[in-house]
């Protein structure tokens, strides 16, 4: 059992946060100390707030180190990639170079940095710099452009003409009317 001696100010601070303060995590070490300062056994104040006895001990060794200003911090991990040191370079290369695949780009980072990353973390790094992945058609490679114009004169021309006089109907043509 820790013992811990709380002063009326410490009291009035905890019995104020446990409720006003903007962090759920905050309000729920408030709650913790404010039943330790009732008495309470640590197995009922864990039921009581809905922590573990390992988490207990650790609010209460925060309170002892640093009091409720310690409390009150919030320190949450945030990792942060290697790739961020080259950040704008990376971002000037990539605009003056786009790279046409994710495995494209990997190698130039690697080029560039001598970093190596996943095609997945590639992806999530350039997304982060706003540049997203394009979806680009194909263009026929057997196409014959004589052979196009030929159809166009002789086909769909005649057929686009007797659609605008009403003689002919055509599906999927917003622009154009005909009768069905």
């Not at 320190?75 to 370079?89: K, V």
């Not at 786009?98 to 999530?124: D, F, Q, W, Y």
Request: aromatic share 6%.
């Amino acid at each position: 059992m820790i013992r811990i001696e709380f002063s009326e100010q410490d009291l009035k601070k905890i019995q104020q946060l446990r409720y006003a303060h903007p962090h759920p995590r905050v309000r729920r070490r408030m709650e913790a100390l404010w039943l330790k300062s009732q008495g309470l056994a640590h197995r009922e104040i864990c039921r009581l707030a809905g922590i573990s006895s390992n988490t207990l001990r650790q609010y209460l060794g925060m309170f002892q180190s640093g009091g409720i200003k310690r409390l009150t911090e919030l320190n949450f991990y945030a990792p942060t990639s290697e790739l961020e040191q080259h950040r704008y370079r990376l971002e000037v290369h990539f605009r003056k170079h786009p790279p046409a695949t994710i495995n494209e780009a990997a190698t130039m980072i690697e080029e560039l940095t001598g970093i190596k990353r996943s095609p997945s973390a590639v992806g999530r790094f350039l997304n982060s710099l706003g540049m997203a992945p394009r979806r680009v058609g194909t263009i026929p490679s057997k196409a014959d452009p004589e052979e196009q114009e030929h159809f166009r004169i002789n086909k769909l021309e005649p057929r686009l003409e007797e659609a605008r006089q009403g003689k002919r109907a055509i599906f999927g043509s917003p622009g154009i009317q005909g009768k069905r």
